[in-house]
Each structure stands twice: as structure tokens, then as C-alpha cells.
């Protein structure tokens, strides 16, 4: 199974903000992200990539 993990980027930087995200729902400017584990995270944002092969979902704030 692939997993995919949520990153924030900030200043060129990516740090982790929740692994094995299993549903991200995007809301106007809002993300709302649920992970395997039941873990939820909402991030003011916009989802500037998904890369399936490295398992990343890169998030910028606003």
C-alpha cells in the first residue's frame, strides 16, 4: 500500500505535518487531511503538489 505523508512548505523547506494521510478534502482555502490512524489536521492552504512516487503531498500556507 502507498502512504502518503503531508508536508507544509515553508521558505523552500518541507516539514512533516501528519503521515499516512488516507483522505484530504479541500475547502475553499481549507485542507482537511484524516490519516490511517484517525489523526485529522485542516491547514489554511493550497496543495501545490502530489507526488505519488515519493509519497508527498506539499502544502503552502496563505
Known sequence: ??????????????????ESVDLVEMDGEDIHMVNIFGEQKTIRGKLTRYNNQEGKIIIEPI
Do not use: G, S, V
Open 1 to 18: 500500500m502507498c502512504e502518503a505523508h503531508a508536508y507544509l512548505l515553508r521558505d523552500n523547506t518541507e516539514e512533516k505535518i501528519l
